[in-house]
C-alpha cells in the first residue's frame, strides 16, 4: 500500500507540477512580452516574439530531458567503455578486447540473433494475418481488443504470466504448469522447458511474440484500410483468388508498412532484457546482450568499464536499423 500510495502520489504531483508550469510560463512570457496596449504597432511585435517563444517553453523540458537521461548517457557510455572497472583509469580497448574473447557475450550474441530471426518475422506475420482475419468479421473489434491486450502489461508482467505456463513439477505431483499439464494429459513426461539448453530461447522469444502481434496487428491494419477498394474489386472481377489477392495485391501496397514493423520490432528485440531477467536470468544458455550488461554494470561489484562497452556493442547494433526505419517512415510519408 506504501508503494502504490507513493505512485499515486507521484503521479498527482507530476500532473500538478506540468499544470503549473504551463500558466506560469505562459503568464511570465505574456507579462514580458504584453498584447495589449496603445501602441498596436508594439503590441504587433509582442506577439509574434511571443508566439516565437511559446514553443519552447513545451519543448524545452523534453529537450532538458532528453540531453539529461539519453544525450549525456550515451557519451559518458563511450568515456566508460575506455575505463577500467571502477571508471577512474584510462585502459583503452582492454574492455573490447576481453568482450569478443567472451564466451558470454558470444553466447549472448548468437542468443540475439535468433531472436532477430525469429521474433520480428513471427509477430509481423501473426499481426498481418490477424489484422486480415479481424477485418472480415463482425466481431473482428473485439478480437482485435483481446490481441492486443498483452500491450498493456509490462514485460515482466508478462514473464510472471508465462512462468506459471512453463511451470514445471515432479511427474508424481499435480502439474500447475498449462504446457505441462497438456504433455500429461497425453501421456508425456513434464519438461522444466526453460532450462533447455537452446529451445529455452525460443519459449522465451513466444512471450514477446505474444505482446508484440498485438502492435503489428494495430499498425497492419489501419495501413490495410488504407488500399484502395477499387484495387480489390478489380481483382476479384479478374477472378483473382483470395492468397493471390492477399500476396500480390495487399502486401505490396503496403510494403513499406510492413518493414516499418518489422525493423521497429527489431530495434526492441535487440535491447531484451526484462523477459530474460525474470525468466531464466541468463542461466541455461540463454544469455542476451542487455542482460549480460546488466550483469556486468551493476552485479558482482559492479564493472563499469566492461558494462559500458557492452552497451556500446548495443547502441552500434541499434542505430543503423533505426535510421533506416526513420528515413523508410518518412519516405512513405511522403509518398502519401
Known amino acids: 500500500m506504501q508503494q502504490l500510495l507513493y505512485a499515486a502520489l ?6 500538478v507540477g506540468c499544470a503549473i508550469y504551463f500558466f506560469s510560463s505562459n503568464f511570465i512570457l505574456d507579462m514580458i512580452f504584453p ?6 504597432a ?17 519543448l524545452g523540458p523534453a529537450l532538458l530531458a532528453l540531453g539529461l537521461y539519453l544525450v549525456y548517457p550515451v557519451f559518458d557510455s563511450i568515456r566508460l567503455s575506455f575505463m577500467n572497472r571502477s571508471g577512474t ?15 558470454q557475450f558470444r553466447e549472448s550474441i548468437f542468443n540475439n540473433f535468433l531472436w532477430l530471426l525469429v521474433v520480428p518475422a513471427a509477430a509481423t506475420f501473426f499481426g498481418l494475418v490477424i489484422a486480415v482475419l479481424t477485418d472480415r468479421i463482425w466481431w473482428g473489434n473485439i478480437a482485435k481488443s483481446l490481441i492486443f491486450m498483452p ?18 513439477r515432479d511427474a508424481s505431483t499435480a502439474q500447475i504448469g498449462l504446457l505441462n ?12 522447458w526453460i532450462t533447455i539448453p537452446f529451445w529455452n530461447n525460443f519459449f522465451l522469444m513466444v512471450i514477446l511474440v505474444w505482446i508484440q502481434t498485438g502492435f ?17 474489386e478489380a481483382a476479384v472481377i479478374d477472378g483473382a483468388s483470395g492468397p493471390q489477392i492477399f500476396f500480390k495485391i495487399m502486401v505490396p501496397q503496403i510494403w513499406g508498412t510492413i518493414a516499418v514493423v ?14 530474460v531477467l525474470a525468466m531464466t536470468n541468463g542461466q541455461w544458455q540463454s544469455q542476451v546482450l542487455a542482460n549480460l550488461m546488466f550483469d556486468w554494470m551493476f552485479r558482482g561489484g559492479g564493472d563499469f568499464g566492461r558494462g559500458a562497452a557492452i552497451a556500446i556493442v548495443i547502441m552500434v547494433l541499434v542505430i543503423p536499423i533505426m535510421i533506416w526505419n526513420i528515413r523508410n517512415a518518412r519516405k512513405e510519408m511522403e509518398g502519401r
Open 10 to 15: 507521484t503521479m498527482v504531483a507530476g500532473v
Open 42 to 58: 508594439k503590441a504587433g511585435r509582442n506577439i509574434r516574439r511571443a508566439n516565437m517563444i511559446r514553443p519552447w517553453l513545451f
Open 216 to 232: 503489428a496487428m494495430v499498425i497492419l491494419s489501419a495501413a490495410l484500410r488504407g488500399i484502395p477498394e477499387e484495387t480489390i
Open 89 to 103: 583509469e584510462f585502459v583503452g580497448v582492454s574492455n573490447y578486447v576481453w568482450m569478443f574473447n567472451d564466451a
Open 151 to 168: 500491450m498493456a502489461i509490462s514485460f515482466v508482467g508478462a514473464a510472471v504470466i508465462w512462468k506459471f505456463i512453463y511451470d514445471y
Open 35 to 40: 498584447s495589449k496596449g496603445t501602441d498596436t
Open 262 to 275: 518489422w525493423t521497429t520490432i527489431t530495434i526492441l528485440v535487440l535491447k531484451v532484457f526484462d523477459i
Open 181 to 192: 499439464a497438456i504433455v500429461v494429459y497425453f501421456g508425456g513426461d513434464p519438461q522444466a
